[in-house]
């Protein structure tokens, strides 16, 4: 089975920083597209982070040049460092995972970790 887990979330002052972090746990030969996401409470969830064909990084307007993601393909983890905070970037964190290696059935297809809150205060 493939699981994906978030971690690193928590509270913090207005400018404060924290580090998301997200595993992928699925047998060796699967590898996949990793990006975050975060949901605000009674809205759709939205586009964080995550990278472009090429491996190139891509953000959300409202996060750039504050967030930074990283990735380890060959491990199948993901970190998200998350400067200068803003009240604005309160919200569940959550980490997506699609597949790459469709050719093999167990790897399986979009997966969503539980979600890691982060909850900035001014």
């Known amino acids: 089975p493939v699981h994906v887990e978030e971690s690193g979330g928590g509270s913090v002052q207005d400018g404060g920083s924290l580090t998301l972090s997200c595993t992928v746990s699925?047998?060796?030969?699967?590898?996949?597209?990793m990006s975050w996401y975060r949901q605000f409470p009674g809205k759709e969830r939205e586009f964080v982070s995550g990278?472009?064909?090429?491996?190139?990084?891509t953000y959300a307007k409202s996060v750039e040049g504050r967030f930074t993601i990283s990735q380890d393909g060959a491990k199948n983890t993901m970190t998200l460092q998350m400067n200068n905070l803003k009240p604005d970037d309160t919200a569940m964190y959550y980490c997506?995972?699609?597949?790459?290696?469709?050719?093999?059935?167990?790897?399986?297809?979009?997966?969503w970790g539980q979600g890691t809150q982060v909850t900035v205060s001014s």
């Open positions: 997506k995972a699609d597949s790459k290696t469709t050719w093999y059935p167990t790897c399986g297809g979009r997966y």
């Open positions: 699925a047998e060796d030969v699967c590898k996949y597209d």
């Open positions: 990278f472009d064909s090429i491996g190139g990084t």
